[in-house]
């Protein structure tokens, strides 16, 4: 736990240990000694992202602002690379690694056109998992050694589809998620004249721990059980097609912290693929699906925010378990192939948005005394208030809470007026004020304790919407790492949770990461007067971007790609305005020409009314138009 410390004494090393960038970062962020929080792709190389904000204020591109940078996506599909290499040649593996990235967790145009073309030279294929995808992957793969797996659902055109791209010279694998799948593949590759190559997915036996873990095991809605692949072994034998298969696919889920997970996995896997060899199956890959989990509480362990294993150790372990296998059973080593998607983009993308208002918890000040005739739960109420201290701070609270409820009773029966109870609620808001301070003197802090700094810590509006940006912290409960991205160099003094513009109470960040758990409250700074303060949210390029959604109409941020030169420069490679408030409206299916013309006529009605002059019209339709052209944000 971080110690508290003056002003004067605060580093850089402090905000560093306190927010466990160097834990989460993974090497690409870390803190400046201005106390900015800077941007690392290459050692010695250091890009302050409130520099960068600054640069792109000035050319008209405000907050809130997804900061992606393209560097990071391919430093993290070449360290895999390296890192399956590696095991491969330390354990005289005699396979390839053949990676392919998931599209589905990060859809965008720039991300997909990049790992195509970054990915050739390591032959790192594309996932698709329906018709948009599979367009996108034939569309911008062009390495004819990668691969092109292909899940999900599929009807006749996504079959055809795959099968062109087979004729083309594309790898391009249909895996059977269910049973029926077979017989969709063989009438289109009968009609087309076209050899498929097939892939079956197996439902593993245990399922993994987590959230993501549900599509595992046998309960799993996807993937063939043992007799189900048996019964696609012997239709394939019949119709003389068993050299079609050519693929094993196991996904355990996504974010699986715990490296047994996949092990146990893996090796089930293994001896799965053996008996399909022996069975005469072609085959040649083995598909571990995703799962690789990326690190963001930094606590390095089997915590569902974490992964209790490197890039390497996950590597290897893969590549140890196949071999052993494949050793025993006399069996040539496959190709391994993984669908790695939240490592490979998660670090990529930052989301940043500026405070536009702090409400501070300070409970107003409360009298010394009260009057003889004052209800007597408030006068017993103020007596826990002056008599609180470290050692009865439970006791305390106790009371504080069943004051407040008995004045509360009282005045709904009409025995206290609002007056009286708006000063039972300032002693009891001054009680938790006090009793949060005097907690952390506590050796061991209370349960009933533990979350009283949620409700006694200050609270910052963002300019930001969780349900847009974050989905996921509002949907499964995941916490992303959170700070501000400068003034690290200056004390936080002040706690807080931060809420965002939708007028949602689920619309907040209220769980910060902490190693190995989460905390109610995070530390940031007081507003400097006239100056912004700028909050980062990181790891977000992982399903966020498409899961969000339009909660009040808060549309897409601007988003912004770098790419960063290793002479410590940056270039803009990619502006994307954001939506605008006619973008969001035509979404949800209004004709903005209507509204306004609608609304045109609403105004003229009110000139013919005298409610206002035909000037006054004119500037209440220019500020309605530059609203419906102008952000969903806030200026
Ligand atoms: N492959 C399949 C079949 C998936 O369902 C998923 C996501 O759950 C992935 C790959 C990507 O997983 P991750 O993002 O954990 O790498």
């Known amino acids: 736990m971080i110690k508290k410390k003056i002003l004067e004494q605060w580093t850089v090393k402090d905000s560093e240990e306190l927010y466990g960038i160097n834990n989460w970062g993974a090497g690409y962020f870390g803190i400046s000694k201005k106390g900015d929080v800077v941007i690392t792709p290459f050692p010695d190389v250091e890009i302050s992202i409130p520099e960068v904000i600054d ?24 360290s ?108 289109r590759s009968k009609v087309l004249g076209i050899k498929p190559m097939i892939g079956i997915r197996m439902k593993t036996s245990t399922p993994a721990d987590g959230h993501w873990g549900e599509s595992s095991g046998e309960m799993g809605i996807f993937g063939l059980t043992t007799n189900q692949i048996m019964e696609t072994v012997d239709v394939l034998k019949k119709e003389n097609m068993l050299d079609c298969l050519c693929l ?34 072609k085959m040649g890959y083995m598909d571990f699906g995703g799962g690789l989990a990326v690190d963001y509480d930094g606590s390095h362990s089997n915590y569902s925010m974490s992964r209790n294993y490197t890039v390497d150790e996950y590597c290897a372990d893969i590549i140890e378990t196949v071999m052993a296998v494949m050793n025993e059973e006399d069996i040539p080593h496959p190709n391994v192939i993984t669908e790695s998607g ?58 504080a809470l069943y004051y407040r409820d008995e004045v509360r009773q009282a005045f709904i029966a009409g025995d206290v007026d609002l007056r009286d109870r708006a000063l039972a609620d ?27 700094e949620a409700v006694t810590a ?3 509006l963002g300019n930001f919407s969780v349900f847009q940006s974050l989905p996921d912290s509002w949907a499964i409960d995941q916490t992303f790492p959170v700070m501000p991205v400068h003034r690290l160099n200056e004390f936080p003094d002040r706690r807080g949770i931060i809420t965002d513009l939708t007028c949602d109470c689920d619309g907040k960040l209220s769980k910060f990461n902490d190693l190995f758990c989460t905390k109610p409250s995070l530390e940031l700074h007081s507003l400097n007067e006239d100056e912004p303060y700028y909050i980062g949210v990181f ?40 939506d605008s408030v006619g973008d969001v409206l035509s979404y949800v299916e209004y004709n903005t020409k209507d509204m306004a013309e609608i609304f045109r006529k609403k105004a003229e009605n009110a000139i013919d009314a005298g409610k206002i002059s035909p000037n006054e019209r004119k500037m209440i339709m220019k500020v309605y138009e530059k609203v419906l052209n102008g952000s969903t944000y806030l200026k």
């Open 458 to 460: 200050d609270t910052y």
């Open 539 to 578: 790891l977000v390029g992982a399903y966020q971007e498409t899961l969000g959604d339009l909660h009040n109409l808060f549309g897409d941020t601007n988003i912004v790609s770098i790419r960063i030169n290793e002479d410590g420069t940056y270039k803009i490679v990619r502006e994307v305005e954001g």
């Open 80 to 187: 895999l690379h390296k890192s399956f290499r590696k095991a491969i040649k330390n354990l005289g593996y005699n396979g390839e690694f053949r990676g392919v990235y998931p599209i589905k967790v990060n859809q965008q145009q720039q991300v997909v056109e990049e790992i195509a073309s970054f990915g050739a030279e390591y032959h790192h294929g594309l996932e698709a998992g329906s018709k948009p995808e599979l367009l996108t992957a034939m569309t911008y793969l062009n390495d004819p050694e990668s691969c092109l797996i292909c899940n999900g659902y599929k009807d006749k055109y996504f079959i055809d589809l795959g099968l062109y791209a087979v004729k083309m010279g594309m790898r391009c694998i249909f895996v059977m998620e269910m049973p029926n799948d077979l017989d969709l593949i063989l009438e």
């Open 55 to 78: 640069g792109l204020k000035d050319r008209g591109l405000d907050m809130p602002l997804l900061l992606r940078v393209e560097n990071i996506l391919d430093n993290q599909i070449e």
């Open 342 to 399: 939240r490592s490979t983009v998660a670090y990529y993308s930052v989301l940043l948005f500026n405070v536009l208002h702090v409400n501070r918890f300070e409970p107003a000040d409360v009298p010394d005394s009260l009057p003889e005739e004052t209800f007597e739960s408030i006068k017993n109420m103020l007596y826990a208030y002056k008599t609180l201290t470290v050692k009865n701070v439970q006791e305390c609270f106790n009371d």
């Open 248 to 281: 094993l696919h196991c996904h355990v889920g996504s974010q699986i912290s715990n490296i047994r997970d996949i092990r146990a996995a893996a090796l089930e896997a293994s001896r799965i693929y053996a008996s399909l060899v022996k069975e005469g199956a």
């Open 426 to 452: 300032r002693i009891f808001w001054n009680i938790m004020h006090n009793i949060a301070q005097l907690k952390e003197k506590l050796k061991k802090i209370p349960p009933s304790l533990s979350e009283i």
